[in-house]
């Protein structure tokens, strides 16, 4: 951990199964499950349903073995901020040790398996992901500086990589495409919440850039993050794993996400705090479905192109 003199809180209660499975971080690891199954279905060719659900389920094994790592290094600045003093560590149900065991314990055997059930360039690269968000992220970028999730984002962005290295052995531009929406989605998504949680990372000295620029130029910065996104996502209804009804949902979805985007931008400093924080955390729902929605089609575009209705 940054602070290496940190403990948690004498036990108040067992740890109960639930604690660890609350390591791993289950929300992310139902987005990166997702996303690594669109890339993989995505991608041309078949795969064994018994070696794709395998490895899919090593992927989410990774992603649980970052989430514990994150949890272990994190646990001094989880303690401070409302928003996470409740997880296992900082509340005194799981010791830092044990998080950290389980963290490298999960990382070796995630790898370890997918290497064994898919290939070995899929398995490295979920190594490198797993060191990615565990290292390069949490114990680097999220404290030194405001570009943490700009840079960091890369680590939620690697599954749909990993899926189509899974069913295909190589990279492609396709690959690279999904990885994209979801590098360019992260920032948006992540100032939104920061927005209204500004407070948090104020106390836990997390140069977030709320804290390190402002409100108004954190604004400014989701606007255009989020214009850029929109032509990739539009863009992207053009390319192989696009389609009619990828680009009708894109064009949809990022109408909405602008017409967010430019709410949260016009947001009154002087108005209620209440009053703003219903915009901002307006726009951090819609990012949520706004991901899952554009994965969604590109799966759905996937599953109609061997009857000859998905694509161009």
Do not use: C
């Amino acid at each position: 951990m940054a602070d290496v003199g940190y403990t948690s809180q004498v036990h108040e209660e067992e740890a109960q199964l639930g604690d660890y499975f609350a390591l791993l971080k289950p929300r992310v690891m139902s987005l990166v499950v997702f996303t690594a199954l669109v890339g993989l279905l995505a991608a041309p060719g078949s795969v064994h349903p018994v070696i794709a659900f395998a490895s899919i389920l090593f992927v989410a094994i990774g992603a649980g073995a970052s989430g514990a790592l994150n949890m272990w290094w994190d646990a001094d600045i989880d303690a401070i901020m409302r928003r996470t003093a409740k997880r296992p560590i900082p509340a005194g149900r799981v010791q830092p040790g044990e998080a950290l065991h389980l963290g490298v314990a999960l990382a070796g055997l995630s790898v370890m398996m997918l290497a064994l059930s898919a290939n070995l360039m899929a398995a490295a690269l979920l190594a490198f992901t797993i060191f990615f968000y565990a290292v390069v992220y949490s114990m680097w970028l999220k404290r030194s500086t405001p570009q943490n999730i700009v840079i960091g984002g890369a680590a939620g962005a690697f599954p749909p990589v990993i899926g189509w290295v899974i069913a295909t052995g190589s990279f492609s531009v396709e690959a690279w495409l999904m990885f994209a929406l979801i590098f360019m989605w992260t920032p948006p998504h992540f100032w939104a919440l920061a927005l209204f949680m500004k407070a948090d990372y104020d106390d836990a000295g997390v140069p977030m850039l709320t804290v390190t620029h402002g409100r108004k130029s954190t604004r400014t910065h989701i606007i255009v993050y989020t214009v850029l996104l929109a032509a990739l996502a539009v863009g992207t209804g053009f390319t192989a794993i696009g389609g009619p009804v990828y680009l009708g949902t894109a064009l949809v979805l990022n109408a909405l996400f602008l017409k967010g985007a430019v709410q949260v931008w016009q947001r009154d400093e002087t108005a209620a705090d209440a009053d703003g924080y219903r915009v901002e955390k307006r726009f951090f729902r819609l990012s949520l479905w706004y991901l899952f929605a554009h994965f969604g089609v590109i799966l759905l575009e996937a599953a109609l192109r061997p009857f000859g209705l998905g694509g161009w």
